[in-house]
């Protein structure tokens, strides 16, 4: 059975998904992007900016099912230009601990929605 997953803290869905789903003791999230919760508008100051709100939404999310980043079992980051990869990278780095960091991959992509730089999404268990 799936349980879905929102919370005024982390972005509203643009379209027909929501913005995770809980199955068993499994979270699957949504990709989420630079948009600011409260305000409903993209950050997209510079990259490290824009990932560091990314990683905010999915905090947010995590935290709906009491769960953290050291729940998270895979990644997948999606960027628009590899030669961001460094920035976002350390951002990312920021959340986890590498010892126990999550399996991951990271895609370049044509383009994102609303032409954003970077989107990730997350698996975790409890």
Do not use: C
């Not at 999310?61 to 980051?77: Q, S």
């Not at 960091?101 to 044509?110: D, I, K, L, M």
Request: overall charge negative.
């Amino acid at each position: 059975m799936k349980k879905i997953i929102t919370t005024s803290k982390a972005p509203a869905p643009i379209g027909p998904y929501n913005q995770a789903i809980l199955t068993g003791n499994t979270l699957y999230t949504s990709g989420q992007i630079a948009i600011n919760p409260e305000t409903g508008e993209l950050i997209m100051d510079d990259i490290k900016t824009e990932a560091e709100q990314v990683m905010q939404n999915l905090k947010a999310i995590l935290d709906e099912v009491g769960m953290t980043f050291e729940n998270v079992i895979k990644t997948t980051i999606f960027l628009s230009d590899m030669n961001n990869f460094a920035q976002v990278n350390e951002v990312y780095g920021n959340y986890f601990n590498e010892d126990t960091a999550p399996a991951r991959e990271t895609v370049a992509v044509a383009a994102l929605p609303k032409f954003v730089n970077v989107e990730i999404s997350v698996i975790a268990i409890q």
